[in-house]
């Protein structure tokens, strides 16, 4: 994905971003897990299992209105916030945080030095290309890094355990969808399985009304 392309949709989520009631929809007619409310709250719960992991300088991709990056910089830990949308970079500055306003697979600071990558709130989908976007993080962490991934509950994720397509956010007011964009969702098996082609591997995981895997970059 070239850098016109992440900025050609980063609308897409600004109608969520206002904090408007919206649902994710595919263009399939499927329903798509998208915790939108949680986006604008502080971070908390199921979060701690994330942020624990992030002992070192991370990099939270799509970090929206910056709730983990605020809770990063609360516990002294260095980190970065990337993320395509004007409006979340507004609003993850509003809360301290550093912020770069920049397409994810565009060039970064610090590309394979991170200790840490994160995908949070369903990011593993950005750009309807999961295994791109793995080892988009595998290049960015150093060896032995991770790569902290939230993925669909058993009861969202698809059949397959992966979905793949175009997707919009619509207005639950009944104002018209927003633009289309490609996304994913997956399972924790699909994400496993594809970790492996992007030369990541499992080493722990968390199953609770959230679901996380941790990805480690093998050393040389």
Do not use: Y
């Not at 990337?82 to 979340?88: K, M, P, Q, T």
């Not at 060896?143 to 175009?166: F, H, I, K, N, Q």
Request: aromatic share 4%; glycine share 14%; charged share 20%.
């Amino acid at each position: 994905m070239n850098v016109a392309v992440g900025l050609a949709h980063a609308e897409a989520f600004d109608l969520a971003l206002t904090g408007a009631p919206a649902l994710l929809v595919g263009d399939d007619g499927r329903m798509l897990p998208a915790a939108i409310t949680r986006w604008h709250a502080p971070a908390d719960g199921e979060d701690g299992w994330l942020v624990d992991r992030c002992t070192g300088p991370t990099v939270d991709l799509g970090c929206g209105p910056g709730r983990l990056v605020a809770e990063l910089m609360g516990r002294g830990v260095p980190v970065l916030g990337v993320d395509c949308s004007r409006r979340a970079v507004r609003e993850c500055h509003s809360r301290g945080g550093p912020v770069l306003h920049r397409d994810i697979f565009a060039r970064l600071p610090d590309e394979g030095r991170w200790h840490h990558a994160l995908l949070a709130d369903g990011n593993i989908g950005i750009g309807g290309d999961p295994l791109l976007l793995l080892k988009r993080c595998a290049a960015l962490v150093r060896p032995g890094g991770t790569v902290l991934v939230e993925t669909a509950s058993e009861t969202d994720a698809p059949g397959s355990g992966l979905w793949r397509g175009a997707a919009r956010l619509h207005d639950t007011d009944g104002d018209p969808p927003g633009p289309c964009f490609p996304w994913a969702v997956l399972g924790l098996g699909a994400l496993v399985v594809l970790a492996g082609h992007a030369d990541l591997q499992a080493r722990d995981w968390h199953r609770g009304e959230r679901c996380f895997v941790e990805l480690c970059r093998a050393a040389p």
